[in-house]
């Protein structure tokens, strides 16, 4: 099996000087080139999901360690005039807690050339804002939901708010936000069971499901390779309830491995951990605080906020990022010996 079978890119010929370009994609020295930001609008959430962090919560940024809207527009114009990002998606914590959201979503749709705008939301409060969403230019949601199970959505999120994530996305729907997407992480204990009855619910309201595999991502570090589901038991119990075929368009840099369900309807498994993408990445993201991570599973950052807050031009903030992104590795580690977590947990990062 080679290198990139495995889902570690090949080195690209590096440049004369071994420094990123200065102009051109948004290249890395293996050569993938980002088109896709992720963008964190805040670190809150109003869950407080066992995998990502504890019931108490986390210590929140303080409101000036937070972009200000004019940093965040001036960042999203920088990427995508100046680096060549074609797709923006906003994440939290939980963006619908983030009071400029739409603002944000207008002005990124304002920009030339406009770049595709998607959303990564739980859902919590969307039943009354999906329209609003829409009209300033929204295009796609995806909307976290790991099971409809009543008890078991409260178990999982410390919170009984499964009706208010339900009616989240018929609005989504009905507000023409299309393909709405739900996205799954398993409960090690249920989460097969969850699986089955989570692809019946999507297959039933013209949703489609993605199924996360569980990532080293959480507060408290307590993540278990030996009790998180893989994407082959998870496909395994999908196959025994559903007829499954592989998707045969082109996968590209979409994290998702789809199937198509007999009678219509697909189901994405993205694994993350057991069968690393990595060689495929095109993703750049930038935190609620305005760092640049090249990687989701990265141990450093480049400070852009500060930059931009000591009087750097656009040339110096494009630069900085440049090189943060150049500076990406192979891939994310997690199966090395050596792998360390991050420090930030996905609440802190955006997905």
Not at 104 to 116: D, N, W
Not at 159 to 177: M, P, S
Not at 321 to 336: F, L, P, Q, T, V
């Amino acid at each position: 099996m080679s290198l990139v079978d495995l889902g570690v890119p090949l080195p690209a010929p590096p440049p004369p000087d071994g420094r990123p370009p200065a102009d051109g994609p948004l290249v890395d020295t293996f050569g993938r080139v980002a088109t896709d930001l992720r963008v964190s609008l805040t670190d809150r959430c109003n869950l407080r999901c066992t995998y990502c962090m504890p019931a108490e919560g986390l210590d929140w940024l303080a409101n000036d360690q937070l972009l200000r809207p004019e940093e965040l527009t001036r960042l999203l114009r920088i990427a995508v005039t100046r680096l060549g990002i074609r797709s923006v998606r906003f994440t939290g914590g939980e963006p619908l807690v983030a009071r400029h959201l739409e603002d944000v979503i207008a002005a990124t749709a304002a920009l030339e050339p406009r770049p595709e705008i998607t959303l990564t939301t739980n859902g919590i409060g969307l039943a009354h804002r999906a329209e609003r969403l829409k009209r300033a230019g929204l295009d796609r949601i995806n909307v976290s939901l790991d099971t409809v199970d009543r008890d078991r959505f409260a178990a999982i999120t410390r919170r009984d708010r499964l009706d208010d994530v339900l009616a989240g996305l018929r609005a989504a729907k009905a507000a023409g936000l299309d393909p709405v997407k739900v996205n799954a992480v398993l409960d090690p204990a249920t989460g097969l069971d969850d699986a089955v009855a989570l692809l019946r619910f999507c297959l039933e309201h013209g949703y489609q499901l993605r199924i996360i595999e569980q990532m080293p991502l959480d507060a408290g570090h307590q993540w278990d390779r030996g009790k998180a589901l893989t994407a082959e038991e998870i496909l395994a119990a999908l196959r025994r309830h559903f007829d499954l075929t592989p998707d045969p368009r082109p996968r590209g840099s979409a994290p998702a491995e789809l199937w198509q369900v007999a009678g219509g309807g697909t189901v994405g498994i993205i694994a993350s951990v057991s069968q690393a993408f990595c060689s495929a990445c095109d993703r750049t993201r930038l935190t609620a605080d305005g760092q640049v991570r090249n990687c989701l599973f990265a141990r450093q950052e480049t400070d852009l906020r500060d930059l931009m807050r000591g009087g750097a031009d656009d040339a110096a903030v494009e630069a900085a990022w440049r090189a943060a992104m150049w500076a990406k590795a192979a891939g994310h580690g997690i199966n090395d010996p050596d792998f360390v977590q991050p420090d930030r947990p996905m609440s802190a990062i955006g997905g």
